[in-house]
């Protein structure tokens, strides 16, 4: 039935004021009434609907995706939206799309390695969409180690230009969004070469379509790389490959900044520090940890929702089974990852502020803290996406079979998610960076540097390497300076241990090499330990509201409490807790389940997802899922005839015993 | 270049004979070469192509799939094929269709419960294919609760016939595959009532569509639930939705093996044992064990050779980067999988002799196994499945980017895969099911009973209950009886705390469902003992061969060690092994991995799946792997045209700024 609210019991149940935890969760008022705002004109136009992207084809797809990316353009200018405003328009518009690349990666990269002069000329044409932009690094042969992109940009100084071009098939150019069938410029990186000497990789602009026909231009090949994973998901997005064939740019579209090469051909370095693009990557790693949380929380309240409407078991005297989510096994998958997704979002909110920081260092030249806070980034981001990724699959597990349906939107969700694993840094790879920073910080302690940042503990060694947890009673588990004690000292207690192996080795670095898997470990810890840190500061700020607190407090330690039992081994490996310690978390955590529960519905409606954006039958707001999905299925284009396609073709003959021509 | 082996280097530094290993893997020479024949068969087969499975839209490919079956079905008559090398075609084929539920489920439901009359009536219709039929139990609002069902079959005596009837919206049938476009018969569980009396869940042979003209009979109602996960994937498959209004059927159309109902409306039980139904489950759920190894060798089998060919970092002196497989992060990811991979091989090897044994023991009204079997084969099915899942997304991961097209193979292989997840038992629940069965098996200790088969190492509880782990180097832990203890060990300390918690609880039914997180986890404990144990005794056997056995006994050390390693805070917090051991633990899995790292694409090979099976461009045998990739680019429907399909409509009024109506 419209509009009954089927989960109003459990709506009722809640604790604390809702409201006030959406302003948290949005990080302000303003923040709140923007989202708000913005996500209802997404919703109610007809145009962003999404319901139908994994029936169109390919081709239908994309051209929806440019038929909507024109129409948030109009609107934008019709409504006169601010630069914020229709960032967050784009966000709710929920497809990945060119328009993503041109304003994420194309304008930020000429902002940030292009001349005042490049900035004059180009920005203009790219904020008005007169060009559109793509990032073209990757390459079908290369992806993390950049070092190793074989594209070469070879100086001509009889014609003042630059030589564009792919020396072999492995230089194409390969993924980058928006390249495949819609830019008209990229950014390209390639090895500069001048005067025979090649000087490493830098950013050129190049034109790679007409402006009159978008067909492309001389010497270029350019082109979609075809299908990617699940239906509907990335495939609204060109991910391009593209090819060079002795294309000449104008000596002046290298991007400038850091370096530019003479009329001559004499290769310069400008007196601007290279420390500038680590703020870049701050930045970047910071946007990716927020989305982490918007993708979690999402998939959870998917989950939660469904959880209290799908009802199995339970029942001994025929009354109604029982909600899911009274099970303690689902309770135990599913609220640590609630409790993942408040983590996430206020360890993003704190990043955000951590890049304030850098950026205003930077500007006065002090570069003190900038590896610290480009180690703690890269940390945080593989750790909140890597677990982000998986917790999508798992709440679509939670939904049991119906979450295996395109129209529970968790299957999307997944497919649209998981790149962040690989984008922007590989999530290993990362976790060896900051493995790498921690053995140098530990190694730096002896000779009286003090850690900075997120390593500060570090310089508390002594203690944290000898003390005692205290904790006597599952209580003694809530006390917040116990659970941070215990983190502090198992991650110090994991990389010293790395340390005094690697320092076993023969070199340093074979060391580093054999022990990776070990690093691994001790930067995981080291990273859920700055997630700890932040959520506990966060429960000491004024967060108003009845009941916001105390439920900030349960989630918390849900966070941490599962982390420890989840990596109980470290924790006694390393002596930081006793194995009756380790028992008395799993007993804690039964309680805090059971706290949860009456306010877990609550707790997800906080996030205040429109339906349009959840895009989940099963998530609907109402509750009312089964209608919905029975009406969804007979959408399907395989429904369009009572009698399939092909029936007379492939089934007739086969009952029709028209196809045997021998017996079994 | 064609016909270049890229990975002949690799090949050449195998310790071991590869067409040994085959035998191994296959079972024997005959399963060896009946598997290869019918997989070139296939693969030789233009009809049966798979690589343009993600690009077709839905109605094309469930068309195309009608078109493989019929196809396949002719050439099984042509070929004069038994039934053994039919299933293996079939196998091989590797697209879920309509034909897997006729002849993998509403076959084996008339033979398991239908009696020799009705045997002799629907099975000669169902082997000619003059009927297809499918097994409609779950339904929209009922899943893992089989006695929830709402469809109810009411006897009318007046005419000797069940009206089939769906009384509300969640009893529509829902999932059943080859119900929505091609079945025209289904077994359909329904409520059978008769004279007023409810007699719970019954299976009926109804017949949905008109064998004139494929419409569906008045009162039927069917169609296909919509998208689900992937592109390709499961969505070659007719997951039906079917609703009935009173839609009568002769009473002999109830499946009566077991229990019949009278012309007056008598319901009358067989004196056949109802734990005949049992052996089903056992058989079916082996089958899924089976196929878990199936998917993971594949997906483990793209990705090291993808691994040995994708090169990254490591050139110090501007040589050649280093192959991905050479570092440890990606072995210690990577090599644990291959080991699994043969675990699960061997376990579902062992599995299928149990089933052997339980079939004979029922013949025999010999129930005494039947309990544990029956825990054992739902334990090893969680087991398997969920790591398989993970294990293609985690083996995805290792690939990179590249693992996230289409191409790779592997985002189809993951969705086409984890519905095993959630069928025939959802993997949490069988978990508990498990664990109920391990705290029984605990409290008849004390009385005398002695535990059977998987359960026996219970019966040396108080050995096991205070042993200590004798390890003293890294070297001790190749000791498979320390292993196979200290794996012993754990599983019953961890039953038997569960079993003492819910002691202390107020019933035995709110200890069970208050620690039911805990359970799970000794639930686990006791499976994985299940599979070290069946590979332990696998290396007991004679395995003819170079080097095979020396082979196997490192995969059988890494699937152990690895476990251990990951449930180091199980084994810590028993007490079953000492910090100090666990550390070792580390130590000789880094030795583990340097033994298989010039095994790896040789032990890959032994699986012996052709390119066409492996559908991966990544995994391809020559590890020719870019033209390949570069080459698959250019069939996507987007690459038709240089200039896309919406250009003049949607990104030509932006960039010629038509759409703006004022500025920002």
């Avoid at 490493?200 to 082109?223: A, E, K, N």
């Amino acid at each position: 039935m419209e509009g009954v609210d089927y989960l109003a019991h459990e709506r009722k149940t809640a604790q604390f004021d809702v409201e006030a935890m959406k302003v948290v969760w949005a990080g302000s008022k303003h923040e709140l009434e923007l989202s708000d705002r913005m996500a209802r004109i997404v919703a109610s136009d007809p145009v962003f609907r999404k319901d139908n992207r994994t029936m169109l084809d390919r081709k239908e797809l994309f051209k929806n995706t440019l038929k909507k990316a024109a129409h948030a353009w109009k609107r934008i200018h019709e409504l006169r939206l601010t630069e914020e405003e229709a960032g967050k328009m784009r966000f709710f518009i929920d497809e990945p799309a060119y328009v993503d690349l041109h304003w994420g990666m194309f304008v930020p990269a000429i902002k940030g390695q292009g001349t005042e002069e490049q900035q004059k000329k180009w920005l203009p044409l790219a904020y008005k969409m007169q060009i559109i932009g793509c990032y073209a690094q990757t390459e079908l042969g290369h992806g993390s180690n950049v070092q190793g992109l074989e594209t070469t940009a070879t100086f001509d100084p009889k014609t003042d230009e630059f030589i564009i071009h792919s020396p072999t098939l492995t230089s194409s150019k390969w993924w980058p969004g928006g390249l495949g069938k819609a830019s008209t410029h990229a950014v390209v990186y390639a090895r500069l070469i001048t005067d025979g000497k090649d000087y490493g990789i830098h950013g050129f602009i190049v034109q790679l379509r007409s402006l009159d026909d978008h067909s492309p231009l001389p010497g270029i090949t350019v082109g979609d790389i075809g299908n990617k994973f699940g239906s509907g998901a990335y495939n609204s997005m060109d991910n391009g490959v593209l090819r060079f064939d002795h294309v000449r740019i104008p000596r002046d579209q290298l991007l400038m900044r850091l370096s530019q090469v003479t009329r001559e051909g004499k290769y310069v370095q400008s007196d601007v520090p290279r420390q500038l693009l680590y703020g870049t990557m701050v930045y970047v790693r910071q946007t990716i940890v927020a989305d982490a949380s918007k993708a979690l929380s999402r998939a959870t309240c998917i989950a939660t929702r469904y959880s209290a409407v799908r009802r199995q078991f339970g029942a001994q005297d025929g009354g109604p089974e029982s909600p899911v989510l009274d099970y303690k096994t689902q309770q135990n998958r599913l609220f640590p990852l609630i409790a993942s997704a408040y983590a996430f979002r206020f360890v993003g909110e704190w990043l955000k502020s951590l890049y304030t920081d850098v950026t205003q260092r930077l500007q006065a030249n002090d570069f003190s803290t900038l590896a610290e806070a480009h180690a703690c980034t890269a940390g945080l981001k593989s750790l909140t996406t890597s677990l982000t990724a998986d917790g999508i699959e798992e709440c679509r597990k939670l939904c049991g079979g119906h979450g295996y349906l395109s129209s529970s939107g968790l299957p999307e969700l997944f497919a649209v998610y998981i790149p962040a694993c690989t984008y922007e840094g590989d999530n290993v790879v990362l976790l060896l960076q900051v493995a790498r920073f921690l053995v140098k910080t530990v190694a730096q302690l002896t000779t009286g540097k003090k850690p900075v940042g997120t390593t500060a503990y570090m310089g508390n060694i002594e203690h944290l390497m000898q003390c005692r947890c205290a904790v006597k009673t599952a209580d003694d588990w809530l006390n917040p300076y116990a659970i941070q004690e215990a983190f502090e000292a198992r991650a110090v207690r994991m990389a010293v241990n790395c340390a005094q192996n690697i320092s076993k080795a023969p070199s340093q670095e074979e060391g580093f090499f054999n022990l990776s898997a070990d690093l691994v470990e001790a930067a995981v810890a080291h990273c859920q330990l700055i997630v700890v840190t932040k959520f506990i500061e966060k429960l000491q700020q004024n967060n108003v509201g009845d009941g916001v607190k105390e439920q900030l407090q349960v989630l918390c330690n849900i966070y941490a409490l599962n982390l420890l039992h989840k990596h109980l081994g470290d924790f006694l490996v390393t002596g930081t807790i006793t194995p009756k310690q380790g028992a008395l978390v799993s007993e804690q955590l039964r309680s805090l389940y059971s706290k949860l529960r009456p306010n877990a519905v609550a707790l997800v409606d906080a996030f205040n997802y429109t339906d349009h954006y959840l895009g989940s039958v099963l998530g609907r707001y109402d509750g009312n899922v089964y209608p919905a999905l029975y009406e969804q299925a007979w959408k399907d284009p395989l429904n369009e005839s009572d009698v399939p396609e092909g029936y007379a073709e492939y089934l007739r003959p086969v009952l029709k015993q028209q196809v045997r021509l021998a017996r079994l």
